[in-house]
């Protein structure tokens, strides 16, 4: 087995964003544009409502997944598929823009609190006109895997031994675990060889590769750890325990060209892609 070593180390920066929502961006940021499949990470959370009533009001999305993952209050969505609903604490909406689909997203309090993560995933350029779809995840339906030492994950994508995740089909094959670790624990966990690998600690401390070994240095919450290639990644908690994100996929290798909420492979299909907004050919049936 060969340990991941920590490559790279990511402030998230602060960024308002739709229609004025205080967020922690560390992918798609100054330090870190692309983690190829990974286009975006953004945290928010607040005990402020003022920081994200106002929300993400209808908008496009074309050639990317959206995945939004819920830790406390809830997001009221709406989209040009027909689907409307909220995401509560728990749960998680992974959603395949594909060709395209327009949709509305409000964060909303529940108990004065509105916590969770936005990651874009990218979609390889042969699936990027793709037909739109929801996988709708509810707390109840994802697993947790009991470890050695007190260590638990939360299995949203991919596999953690003989745990699955309930998201299935995409393309980037990512996993996606949420993991708690308790004070003082050292745990190494499976990543797939080849695939790219970040952590994102959100809750207390730990320590990553090779630093796991040495009993000093840690690294506190919020803040994104991207790895190297290897088979495992190593951690150890720090005195409070940790809680991190721990996510993998498939590089794709591809062009990339952005605008906003579209990311396609050239500048000729991010023109298309305003071009149909403006003929009202965006949303296809
Ligand atoms: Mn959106």
């Not at 060889?193 to 320590?207: D, K, M, P």
């Not at 070994?213 to 720090?238: C, H, K, N, Q």
């Amino acid at each position: 087995m060969t340990e991941r070593q920590v490559i790279k180390l990511v402030q998230p920066e602060p960024v308002l964003e739709g229609a004025g929502v205080r967020l922690k961006r560390s992918i798609a940021g100054r330090a870190l544009d692309y983690l190829d499949p990974f286009l975006l990470l953004d945290h928010f959370g607040s005990d402020n409502p003022a920081d994200y009533l106002a929300g993400f009001p209808m908008h496009p999305h074309r050639g990317i997944e959206t995945v939004t993952y819920m830790l406390a209050g809830v997001v009221r969505h709406e989209d040009s598929l027909g689907n409307a609903g909220e995401i509560g604490a728990g749960d998680v909406q992974w959603m395949t823009a594909g060709r395209g689909i327009m949709h509305e997203e409000m964060p909303r309090p529940l108990d004065g609190k509105n916590y969770g993560f936005q990651l874009w995933v990218n979609l390889p350029a042969k699936l990027k006109m793709c037909q739109p779809r929801y996988q709708e995840i509810p707390h109840a339906t994802i697993p947790e895997a009991r470890l050695a030492d007190g260590v638990r994950a939360l299995v949203i994508a991919g596999q953690l031994g003989d745990v699955r995740g309930p998201v299935t089909d995409i393309a980037a094959d990512p996993t996606y675990l949420d993991i708690t670790i308790p004070p003082g624990v050292v745990h190494a966990l499976p990543v797939a060889r080849g695939h790219t690998a970040f952590a994102y600690v959100f809750e207390g401390q730990g320590a990553f590769g090779e630093q796991a070994a040495a009993s000093t240095s840690a690294i506190g919450a919020p803040r994104l750890v991207v790895f190297g290639d290897g088979d495992e990644v190593v951690v150890r908690a720090g005195e409070g325990g940790v809680r991190f994100l721990l996510v993998s996929g498939k590089p794709l290798g591809e062009p990339i060209a952005r605008y906003g909420p579209f990311v396609m492979n050239t500048r000729q299909e991010i023109m298309k892609a305003l071009e149909d907004l403006r003929n009202g050919t965006f949303v296809q049936d």
